[in-house]
């Protein structure tokens, strides 16, 4: 596997090749049973919480600081460390920048890689972003419900070693370039955001008649009718009226005895939650299903101009319709038919469930119930207001074409956004090929540097032997005395996580430095190749 890449690609002098396993001191990764969760306490971050150059601290697990303390014997993830996902969503990755103050731990999802003093953290994150890299993993990516790369595998694979120099000069090159396309990136999705908000008002605006006002003036004057379920201001011309008193048919469809063990490879398409999208139906991911089956299931079959809303699940509200010239189809129980009668248009119907007063209504009546969904008795109880057929038809026309015209803008954005995640990977691959910043023959090789990292391994290796020996003689549960009496015990100088662990102030890694700094005077602190040693001056 490695050699394959290094096939692929050919290193400029003064580099070389090695395994990710030889430029680290240790590559782990999170807990395989996480511990009870908390409403609070130390994050414990999976997977989810880690994308490219960025840690998010949302929607995460709490353990308690106990805990942490056990998980942090495994992951004791530190400023300069790596994390990478391995599980799922495998290849996203991000640094542990010093001003990342807040301590947490790690689930199996993501893993730790701790990089040599002489292998730049960035220089290896920005590397396993680029396609040399995302494609071992991907070629190593196991399992079927949900792949993952082994730790042992990730060992192995290959990373091109640079000069020292060299290293930190890509790293700042490749920074700069991507705080420039990032810049483009945020303004494109703030105007795909301005988007999303114009087409809104867009809607609100056609169905209280403001786009209509033409048939408004033309139509003789009379007293509008009130509804209980009024909800907003509409023309006088315009009256509220209940879906269900211009439906011929509302109903759900049903998941055939079987589940998806019934699916076929093609057939009678069977339209399912995901395939209902706003204002548009996806073939994308859609099911099939006997002729058999679609007979016995003869209620929910289409029909041209039906329109389908979601009722259950995360795209409850979404609505889109059955297209003329659309082969016959049946829905599962998580969606619903609206067959309109002659008095309501489909279009109008469709689009009018995706205006934001119907999605706020649908959020509101479906987060009150146990269960996220809609009954039919709420769907047609659905206030709507009604105007005359042309007018109806008038205003879909005029929506369509703004539709039109917004979803051409937001499919070019789309295509720019794209072209910034090649050019960022162009990015990468001229800086791991050599050819993003110039290179400087005084620079000491990459070869050389190689040894230098080797030797530091073993010397880490050696005095995290060592450290695992000098404990302090205290049994584990007691942690009521003084950081002061702690190394006043101690014989030899004490690693600062042991002291804390060990000190009444385990509970409060922030207690703990309060203490240090009172008595900083009388301790003496050497820095090892792993971490910060303690003890009293003589």
């Not at 103050?101 to 999802?109: L, V, Y």
């Not at 709507?384 to 879909?396: F, L, M, N, R, T």
Request: positive net charge.
């Amino acid at each position: 596997m490695s050699s394959r890449v290094q096939n692929i690609y050919n290193l400029p002098i003064g580099w070389v090749w090695f395994t990710l396993d030889e430029g680290t001191h240790k590559i782990t990764d999170g807990s395989h049973n996480p511990p009870t969760k908390e409403s609070s306490g130390i994050p414990m971050l999976s997977a989810q919480n880690i994308t490219n150059n960025h840690i998010s601290f949302e929607n995460v697990r709490y353990i308690s600081n106990d805990d942490y303390i056990n998980e942090y014997e495994r992951a004791n993830v530190e400023a300069g460390d790596v994390l990478l996902t391995i599980v799922g969503s495998i290849g996203r990755v991000a640094f542990v920048h010093d001003a990342l103050k807040q301590k947490f731990a790690i689930q199996r999802s993501v893993a730790l890689i701790k990089p040599s003093a002489f292998f730049n953290g960035r220089f290896l994150m920005y590397a396993i972003q680029a396609p040399f890299f995302q494609k071992q993993l991907e070629e190593n990516a196991k399992g079927t419900a949900q792949k993952g790369v082994y730790l042992g595998v990730l060992k192995t694979f290959s990373v091109p070693l640079a000069p020292l120099n060299e290293q930190h000069q890509i790293v700042n090159k490749i920074e700069e370039i991507f705080s420039e396309i990032d810049h483009v990136e945020t303004a494109l999705f703030s105007i795909k955001r301005q988007l999303n908000f114009y087409w809104q008002t867009i809607l609100n605006n056609a169905f209280c008649g403001n786009i209509s006002k033409e048939y408004q003036t033309a139509t003789p004057k009379g007293k509008s009718s009130k509804s209980l379920y009024s909800l907003y201001e509409i023309p006088i011309e315009w009256k509220w009226s209940e879906l269900g008193i211009h439906t011929d048919f509302v109903g759900a469809g049903s998941t055939p005895k079987g589940g998806r063990s019934i699916y076929v490879n093609s057939g009678i398409p069977f339209i399912r939650s995901q395939n209902v999208l706003n204002y548009s139906l996806s073939l994308n991911d859609i099911a099939y299903i006997t002729d058999t089956i679609n007979e016995k299931m003869f209620r929910t079959q289409t029909q041209t101009s039906d329109v389908l809303l979601n009722i259950t699940g995360a795209s409850i509200g979404r609505s889109a319709y059955i297209p003329e010239n659309f082969a016959q189809a049946n829905v599962n129980q998580h969606v619903c038919i609206i067959r309109t009668n002659p008095s309501l248009f489909y279009k109008y119907l469709s689009l009018f469930l995706n205006s934001p007063t119907i999605q706020r209504l649908i959020q509101e009546w479906s987060s009150g119930a146990t269960r996220e969904a809609l009954t039919l008795s709420q769907i047609r109880s659905i206030p709507i207001p009604i105007c005359s057929i042309e007018e109806q038809k008038y205003i879909v026309a005029e929506l369509e074409s703004q539709h039109t015209i917004i979803e051409h803008i937001r499919n070019s954005i789309e295509m720019m956004i794209a072209q910034i995640q090649i050019l960022k990977q162009s990015v990468l691959n001229k800086a791991f090929e050599g050819r993003l910043v110039p290179q400087n023959s005084s620079d000491e090789s990459a070869s050389e540097l190689l040894k230098k990292i080797k030797t530091e391994r073993i010397e880490y290796l050696q005095n995290k032997s060592k450290e695992k020996k000098v404990k302090i003689k205290i049994k584990k549960m007691e942690r009521t005395k003084s950081v002061f009496d702690l190394l006043k015990e101690a014989q030899k100088p004490v690693s600062a996580k042991e002291v804390w662990q060990q000190s009444k102030h385990w509970e409060s890694i922030d207690d703990f430095y309060a203490e240090l700094k009172s008595i900083s005077d009388s301790v003496e602190q050497t820095k090892s190749k792993t971490e910060i040693l303690l003890s009293l001056k003589k």
